[in-house]
C-alpha cells in the first residue's frame, strides 16, 4: 500500500508539473503574440501605415492569384499593416492563417507576407529560392528558366508562360539586386506582387520584403514600362 502511494503522488506530481508547464508555455505565447503586435504597431505608425490586428477573411479572395494565398481552409489574415508605399505604390503587410487536414491530422499553419501595387502593368511571374525538390526535378528533365548568372539560377527558381517577361524583369542588375538581399518567394499578379516565406516575419523582415518588391519594380527598364503602359509612364 505504501510502494501504491508512493506511485499516485508520483503520478499527480507529474500531471501537476504537466499543468504547469502548460500554463506558462500559454502565458509565454499570449506575451510573445501582444509584444510583438506591440512592435508591429510602433514599425506601422513609424512609416505612416495603419495598422489592425483584426482579423480579415476576404484578402485571399482580394488576391486570388497569388498561390500561398489559397491554400487549405479556414483561411485569414491578422495583424494587418497597410497604407502609401514611396514612390507611389500601396503596401500591405499581414500575418495568414490557414488549416490543412482534419480530425487528429488537423494542422494550423501561420506565414507572413508583404504586397506592392504596381501602377506598371504586370505578367504573372515566380521567383523563390531554389531548394533540393528543384534541383531533383531538373535532374528528371522539369526545368525552370535559367539565366546567364549561374550563380542566380543556382540561387533561384524562377517560373513563367512568357520566357521573354522574365528575362526583361530579371536583368542583369535585377539579379544583383535580389542576389544581395534577404531570400523571399515573390510573385506577380496584374496589378501588384508579393514578398512571403513559410515563417512569421519580424518588423526587419517586413521592411525588408517592402524594399525588395519596391527595388524590383524600380528596377524595370523604362522600354519595358513603355511597353506595358502604351507609352504613357
Same mark, same amino acid.
Given at each position: 500500500?505504501?510502494?501504491?502511494?508512493?506511485?499516485?503522488?508520483?503520478?499527480?506530481?507529474?500531471?501537476?508539473?504537466?499543468?504547469?508547464?502548460?500554463?506558462?508555455?500559454?502565458?509565454?505565447?499570449?506575451?510573445?503574440?501582444? &509584444?510583438?503586435?506591440?512592435?508591429?504597431?510602433?514599425?506601422?505608425?513609424? &512609416?505612416?501605415?495603419?495598422?489592425?490586428?483584426?482579423?480579415?477573411?476576404?484578402?485571399?479572395?482580394?488576391?486570388?492569384?497569388?498561390?500561398?494565398?489559397?491554400?487549405?481552409?479556414?483561411?485569414?489574415?491578422?495583424? $494587418?499593416?497597410?497604407?502609401?508605399?514611396?514612390?507611389?505604390?500601396?503596401?500591405?503587410?499581414?500575418?495568414?492563417?490557414?488549416?490543412?487536414?482534419?480530425?487528429?491530422?488537423?494542422?494550423?499553419?501561420?506565414?507572413?507576407?508583404?504586397?506592392?501595387? /504596381?501602377?506598371?502593368?504586370?505578367?504573372?511571374?515566380? $521567383?523563390?529560392?531554389?531548394?533540393?525538390? #528543384?534541383?531533383?526535378?531538373?535532374?528528371?528533365?522539369?526545368?525552370?528558366?535559367?539565366?546567364?548568372?549561374?550563380?542566380? /539560377?543556382?540561387?533561384?527558381?524562377?517560373?513563367?508562360?512568357?520566357?521573354?517577361?522574365?528575362? #526583361?524583369?530579371?536583368?542583369?542588375?535585377?539579379?544583383?539586386?535580389?542576389?544581395?538581399?534577404?531570400?523571399?518567394?515573390?510573385?506577380? #499578379?496584374?496589378?501588384?506582387?508579393?514578398?512571403?516565406? /513559410?515563417?512569421?516575419?519580424?518588423?526587419?523582415?517586413?521592411?525588408?520584403?517592402?524594399?525588395?518588391?519596391?527595388?524590383?519594380?524600380?528596377?524595370?527598364?523604362?522600354?519595358?514600362?513603355?511597353?506595358?503602359?502604351?507609352?504613357?509612364?
Amino acid at each position: 500500500m505504501h510502494m501504491i502511494g508512493e506511485v499516485n503522488n508520483h503520478v499527480a506530481l507529474m500531471f501537476l508539473l504537466m499543468i504547469t508547464v502548460a500554463l506558462a508555455a500559454g502565458i509565454y505565447t499570449r506575451y510573445a503574440a501582444a &509584444k510583438r503586435r506591440g512592435e508591429l504597431l510602433a514599425w506601422a505608425q513609424s &512609416k505612416g501605415l495603419s495598422f489592425s490586428p483584426a482579423k480579415q477573411f476576404s484578402l485571399g479572395d482580394r488576391f486570388g492569384s497569388f498561390h500561398c494565398l489559397q491554400t487549405g481552409q479556414d483561411r485569414y489574415a491578422y495583424n $494587418i499593416i497597410q497604407g502609401p508605399w514611396p514612390p507611389e505604390r500601396q503596401a500591405i503587410c499581414f500575418d495568414y492563417l490557414y488549416v490543412t487536414g482534419s480530425g487528429k491530422n488537423r494542422t494550423t499553419h501561420t506565414f507572413s507576407a508583404a504586397v506592392m501595387t /504596381s501602377k506598371v502593368p504586370l505578367k504573372p511571374l515566380l $521567383i523563390r529560392p531554389e531548394n533540393l525538390f #528543384d534541383k531533383f526535378a531538373e535532374f528528371l528533365g522539369f526545368e525552370d528558366i535559367d539565366f546567364e548568372s549561374a550563380e542566380f /539560377s543556382r540561387a533561384f527558381y524562377v517560373k513563367s508562360s512568357d520566357r521573354r517577361w522574365a528575362y #526583361d524583369v530579371l536583368h542583369p542588375r535585377a539579379m544583383e539586386f535580389l542576389l544581395a538581399r534577404p531570400r523571399f518567394a515573390i510573385q506577380f #499578379d496584374t496589378g501588384c506582387a508579393i514578398a512571403f516565406r /513559410s515563417t512569421v516575419f519580424s518588423t526587419r523582415d517586413f521592411q525588408s520584403a517592402c524594399d525588395t518588391l519596391s527595388g524590383l519594380l524600380d528596377g524595370l527598364p523604362e522600354y519595358l514600362v513603355r511597353q506595358q503602359t502604351g507609352g504613357q509612364t
